[in-house]
């Protein structure tokens, strides 16, 4: 299993890195597309659909993105889906998360995929235009993710003790989540404090706000990933699978990997013009 992990892992990076160095924003934007569009693929199967129709909802996301793509709305402001997302993952979150089941009124399958549909293609704008305003300022964001996500593990297994949310995912621990804040407490801090990562998410948060509010931001930005990992598992349980598909070998599927930063992107861009 941790040879297959690897494998997977090195080959995503193989095409992720190139991805990064050698092409704008545009091209990046176009291949996150099809990579999101698994993802609408697996949040449908989740939602209740099957077969085709899960297929379908995938193509008509991609068709939708592609479009924006290439033809460009004139006027068309992306805020307007950056908060639309915040709303429904405020929604999603407050209402899903204290009772660890879905409200009825999202529970049916065209309702979660509609829901899906528009956080997906705000997750992925966001994502666009973050590499719009450059590989530092997106690393960065990725970066917070990946360091609440890492503390959080390792601080969890360090230190044990009372469960998070045991009705969703019984591996996580309140210590574990304690350990990401920490980290990302940490991570900010460095960021908006050395003049060669200026260009970094906290550097910036830094540089609008003052660093308290900096901090304060981007603890709040890491409590989202831990709610958005919550918030897929919920989904599994609900659907009665471990993994959200297995298109990606060792590691479940294209959602266990961005679950954490779906609610996280459009949040971030709301916070930086």
Known sequence: MLRTRLITA??????????????????????AAVFASAGMWEWARLAG?????????????????????????????????????????????????????????FGAPVVLCL???????????????????????LVSV???????????????????GRKLAPRISPGKTMSGA?????????YTAVCARVPELRQTLGARLGARFGLGPALLACVLLAALTVAGDLFESLLKRRAGVKDSSGLLPGHGGVLDRIDALLPLLPVVMLLVP
């Not at 080959?11 to 990046?28: D, H, I, K, N, Q």
């Not at 085709?52 to 460009?72: K, N, Q, S, Y």
């Not at 990725?142 to 044990?160: C, E, Q, T």
């Open 142 to 160: 990725l970066m917070l993710a990946w360091v609440a996500d890492v503390s959080a593990y390792f601080g969890g297994r360090a230190i044990g």
């Open 49 to 105: 659909m099957r077969g085709p129709r899960a297929l379908a909802w995938a193509g008509v996301w991609l068709l939708t993105v592609a479009g924006v793509l290439l033809f460009p709305l004139a006027g068309f402001d992306p805020d307007a889906s950056f908060a639309l997302a915040a709303l429904a993952w405020a929604a999603l979150l407050l209402g899903s998360l204290p009772r660890a089941s879905l409200p009825r009124a």
């Open 178 to 186: 304690l350990c990401g804040l920490f980290g990302v407490l940490v």
């Open 10 to 31: 090195f080959v995503l990076l193989a095409v992720l890195l190139p991805l990064l160095a050698f092409t704008g924003a545009r091209a990046f934007g176009a291949a």
């Open 115 to 137: 829901l899906g549909f528009v956080i997906l293609f705000a997750a992925w704008m966001a994502l666009w235009h973050a590499r719009a305003m450059g590989v530092q300022f």
